[in-house]
């Protein structure tokens, strides 16, 4: 089962990897984007360990819901809103049990991607969040590190394609050949949650 | 209908310029009518390119006569950020309204018809209009 603590931790690891890779993520978005992926979610996550430190909240859901808020309300870009959804749906499905099982997380995030679907209008191909984010969770039945895995892969499968959403749409076909930033950062996310599930394992 | 209450209109910019510079153009054709609550929230709190989902809710809340807030957005993030606070339910006022609907030219529509006593529907309606005015 996953209770509040293993959700502050998978926030907490992502804000970790988000604040090692943010150098990275930027100048991934510097070809075909803004050029501030990654201080634009630096700052966001670095909201949300904060308000986590702060507020405490003691359910898995409102765990994600407040995180997701810090998100929306921080991040400044495309990016903020997006992943904000995405944590906040994901939390307000998951309700207010103090524990839940894997199976009803995995549930919870698929409905919190569909929300990132339908607020982005984005589907999977599109070179986006989504081309990591889909493959994720239709592998997190299998486990964390099978999730870990499908976002890794569904964000390196991005390079080839053609953006059709967001500003790099703009580029054309100049946006083929680089890696997307947006299903870079998605692939951290579901990488911190193996490490979240790691950490428990050692327990 | 709005009971003598004005529709409030909120410009959400990725610039504060832009969005302070619409507000005033949009003002500035309204000619002798009705003083419309208009306010801009362009830009990031910290003064930079992007969108701030405070200065949205504060904008918001500045213009809200109880008669509607017709929000416009120019692009991406701040029409993310604008869709993300509607659905969180109780960040914008009741009656508020992600308006689809060209950035400079619904602005203008939005204000001018709302300076009239116009209801939500009708400044919504005016402003999405101004898709179809075709410039060649």
């Not at chain 1, 906040?88 to 698929?110: I, M, Q």
């Not at chain 1, 990132?116 to 994720?136: E, F, Y």
């Not at chain 2, 910019?13 to 054709?29: D, I, N, P, R």
């Not at chain 2, 416009?72 to 969180?88: F, I, P, Q, R, Y």
């Amino acid at each position: 089962m996953l209770d509040a603590d293993f959700f502050r931790r998978w926030m907490t690891a992502t804000a970790s990897s988000v604040d090692r890779e943010a150098d990275r993520l930027t100048a991934l978005d510097s070809p075909i984007g803004d050029a501030d992926h990654g201080s634009n979610l630096r700052r966001g996550f670095t909201a949300v360990s904060a308000a986590l430190e702060k507020e405490a909240p003691e359910t898995p859901g409102a765990v994600l819901v407040l995180a997701g808020r810090q998100l929306i309300s921080t991040v400044g870009g495309a990016s903020g809103p997006l992943y904000g959804t995405l944590l906040r749906r994901t939390g307000k499905a998951l309700g207010d049990a103090a524990e839940v099982d894997e199976e009803g997380f995995a549930e919870a995030l698929r409905a919190g991607v569909d929300a990132v679907m339908q607020l982005g209008g984005a589907a999977p191909g599109d070179k986006t969040m989504i081309d990591a984010l889909v493959p994720a969770v239709d592998a997190l039945p299998d486990g964390f590190g099978a999730a870990r895995a499908a976002a890794e892969q569904g964000a390196e499968a991005t390079t080839p394609l053609q953006a059709r959403k967001g500003r790099a749409s703009y580029l054309g076909e100049r946006s083929i050949g680089h890696q997307d930033p947006g299903a870079t950062s998605a692939a951290l996310l579901i990488a911190a949650l193996a490490d979240a599930g790691a950490e428990a394992g050692g327990e | 209908m709005s009971d003598g209450k004005l529709v409030g209109i909120v410009l959400v910019s990725h610039s504060a310029e832009v969005a302070s510079a619409v507000a005033e153009l949009a003002l500035g054709l309204v000619g002798g009518g009705p003083a419309v609550p208009v306010a801009a929230a362009g830009g990031t709190a910290g003064g930079g390119l992007g969108t701030s989902a405070e200065l949205v809710v504060a904008a918001a809340a500045s213009v809200d006569r109880g008669a509607g807030v017709a929000v416009l957005t120019d692009l991406g993030s701040a029409v993310l950020t604008v869709k993300a606070l509607l659905a969180e339910g109780d960040e914008l006022p009741a009656n508020a309204r992600l308006v689809d609907a060209p950035f400079v030219e619904g602005a203008v529509a939005a204000v001018v018809t709302a300076a009239t006593g116009a209801d939500l529907d009708a400044v919504q309606a005016a402003a999405t209009e101004a898709y179809g005015y075709r410039k060649v």
